[in-house]
Nanobody, 120 residues
Framework: QVQLVESGGGLVQAGGSLRLSCAAS????????MGWYRQAPGKQRELVAG???????NYADSVKDRFTISRDNAKNTVYLQMNSLKPAATAVYYC??????????????WGQGTQVTVSS
């Protein structure tokens, strides 16, 4: 099994910054892709940013040039640096990973979610 532990959410004023972290552990042989999703009240969960094992990244149009996703492969950790935050970014943020397990199966996991609240 794969476990994810997220941290870094909180309350910030508009224009401020937050950094989210997500550490993966468990029966991991390799991590293919890592990503951050968010879900605001009454809305569907949406992709915020993703990063492949090779370092290629993709972002939702609404966060381009303000958010940066990165990963530390040695620590099985993915980060999301969020700058110039807007109230519309208020949501629960979830980490997601796509892994190859030690038994050579492909598996995925979701983090428990971390609340980000941006006040105006």
């Amino acid at each position: 099994q794969v476990q994810l532990v997220e941290s870094g959410g909180g309350l910030v004023q508009a224009g401020g910054s937050l950094r989210l972290s997500c550490a993966a552990s468990g029966s991991i042989f390799s991590i293919k892709a890592m990503g951050w999703y968010r879900q605001a009240p009454g809305k569907q969960r949406e992709l915020v940013a993703g990063i492949t094992s090779g370092g290629s990244t993709n972002y939702a149009d609404s966060v381009k040039d303000r958010f940066t996703i990165s990963r530390d492969n040695a620590k099985n950790t993915v980060y999301l640096q969020m700058n110039s935050l807007k109230p519309a970014a208020t949501a629960v943020y979830y980490c997601n990973v796509d892994v190859i397990t030690t038994t050579m199966y492909r598996d995925g996991a979701w983090g428990q979610g971390t609340q980000v609240t941006v006040s105006s």
